[in-house]
């Protein structure tokens, strides 16, 4: 199939002013009435040309009229009617199949309840309709269903509700603001509701409502808490209030991705909506407070002003996720919120950006822009902006969001409309800067430093390239910030001088192949931290002494680098293990400066516990190609190993000391305390014996939330024998009717890197709870799996490989989407050991091979083969 390409964008042929849907909800046999007011954009005479696919076509009328056959040609994916007037209303009726939908696009039935997720072209699957986002209409919605759907819900404001002639209930839903039709939703069913309401700045009530299962209601608490925080938050971090009279959120359990921002209506992932402490653990708390804010802040970062065209996602997208990184870090603090968005772009989008996948923030060609929700478009698009604030300075980039919202408002617009308001208030040229969206691959950049202490003269100079990506051999050189300060020998803040100016820190744009600055007053040997905060996204290499990390370690006053230095001591210490030359006496200097760290009563213990985990086996693999999946496991065993004899004492007196006698609170600080004491248990799972087996036992016995459950199963799974069995039976004869919970069961045995993993994962998609339909469970065994458990998924006979091509096929032939999201882990294949890259290329040719497939597999598939 031709790819659709960014040069080739026109303008719509045809506006629609007013859409009026009519829905007669059936599972089976959903009737779909659409009026269209149209009116034409462009030339004269072009025919009306609309998409749609999977319809039933049942009538078509133009103005009032209905159309004989002959009059409009009907194929698979559009409808044409030549010779229509240059204003006029079209009415259509389809017929659709939304229990038949296990894609999980347009309108297909979860649970029992007719829901909708049209971004982002599912709408064409409802109605025929310009299934584009620079097409904006105001949507009246009016639907009927039988008493088993009492729940009529749609964008916007409630018009009117009540029953038709024919007895069965009726609502009408009406939404003034203009909108592409992929933010249309619609949910019918038996649902409860918590409802709350939130005065905005101006003195507007607004009413919340968060519906659920029913007897759900009470885990939709803290979402709701989320919703108003989020609310607030906007208000005063960007002067965005919300608009409508009511904002509504519904669960679902059948969902492709996290959640959508439906106008007024936003559809979740019921795993990233229902919490309460036995059920979820931290890190779903975590998840919900932020996906519920970026949902919201959607409203105006993708609603109110949306893209242009989908080459444009980023500017939503990216957008968005600066956007709720930003309010995360002010719920649950800066450094440690920025260490796990900056641990989660390395591990997504680095990767990415290193393999066949790799593609620019602003792509400019695609198949099918599904496969283009990637961690490129929403985490490198968050970090692009984040260096735009820091490039121009925190006013001017709160100036320039405030043009782009007055001069954007109502309108589908592009990135260069959006840069254009920053270098309009800044008065800055951007125009480099825009490489940032056009160009994909990791810079490299490279910090050399020459101190002269007769002078107290530091120079220092940054270099970068970048790697050829696919259909990118050329690259630019990109401006790139990057923030620096000085330590010295003791790890305290040395001061300096630049420009005559004295400073503590610096922010040095590397502009160029080359930038060179001289900082001075520099009066003892300095230790250069940089990329502090990691101000860009770039890999930095240095000319750094051997011992500058431990100073970093100890008392770097920024401490993602002092977490940075932590990491990189431990890679270098596997990869060396890994590749034959283990440095003993490092890894003990290491136990020990870990040591001294954890036992630093003035670093908070969310910090201790990102501290203490060791880098990943798939950062380790991206770190080091061609990578040797089972020797990175052996050396990062064996790191962990010293690590638990050496902190033995710590270790235990860490778990026994965070203990949390009172009464459960998901605050960040609780969940901290959490998080370490439970880091401390799976590091002293380490070293496997009675004691370590008994302490493990009872942390999963004595918990009283799910965070502390699972950190005990953890130990448990990675401790091994009797004990992990009898504990995983225990837990699915306690949850077997939560499938959230039960996702977790899937997912930690998914992660179990003990020799016999596969076959049990491969046992497991018999298991009577799994069902490859429902893509949460799906991705709980099979995504983990193939994700999180490198050691057993490359397994040297490829069975890991064989495997999760056996389950894209089985899957692309009802839900595309999802299969698609699982060929990454095979795309990878030139990182890895030739023996094992081959084995795993052979399996994307045995998909590739395959009748039938998808476009969205087809197209992953051939560009991790390219
Ligand atoms: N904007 C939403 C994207 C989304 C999506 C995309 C493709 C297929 C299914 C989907 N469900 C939601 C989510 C977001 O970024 O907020
Ligand atoms: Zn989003």
Redesign the pocket.
Known sequence: PAPIRLTDYRPPAFLVDEVHLDFDLKPEATRVKARLTLRRNGETGAPLRLDGERLKTLSVAVDGRALAAGEFTEEAHSLTIPGVPDAFVLETEVEINPAANKA??GLYMSGGRFCT?C??E?FRTITWYPDRPDVLARFTVRMTADDSWPRLLSNGNLVETGRGTDGRRYAVWNDPFPKPCYLFALVAGELDELADSFVTASGRKVELKVFVDPGMSARAAYAMDALKRSMRWDEEAFGREYDLDLFMIVAVRD???????NKGLNIFNSSLLLADPETATDLDYERIES?VA??YF?NWT?NRITCRDWFQLCL??GL??FRDQAFSADMRGEAVQRIKDVKALRARQFAEDQGPLAHPVRPSSYLK??NF?TATI?EKGAEVIRMLKALIGAQAFRKGMDLYFERWDGHATTVEAFIACFAEVSGRDLSAFFAWYEQAGTPRVRLASRWTPETGELEITLTQRTPATPGQADKRALPVPVRLGLLDAEGRTLAFELDGEAADETLVVLEGEETRVTLTGVTSRPVVSALRGFSAPVELSSDARPGDRYVQLAGDADLFNRWEAGQEVARDLILARAGGAPDEVGEERFAEAMGRALNDQASEPAFKALLLALPTESDLAVASPPADPAAIHAARQALRLRLAVHLEDTLKRLHLGLQDGGEFSPDAASAGRRALRNAALEALAARPGAEVTALAEGHYRAASNMTDAMGGLNALMLLGGGAFTSALEDFRARWKDEPLVMDKWFALQARDPSPDALDKVAALTAHPDFDARVPNRLRALVATFASANPARFHAEDGSGYRFLADQILAVDRFNP?TAARLVEPLGSWRRYRPDLGARMKAELERIAAAPDLSRNVVELVSRALE
């Open positions: 999980l696009e997720q971004e982002a599912g969902f492709n991705f996290g959640a959508m921002e996906v970026h949902e959607h993708g939503k997208e968005t996720v822009i599904d929700y929403y989407m």
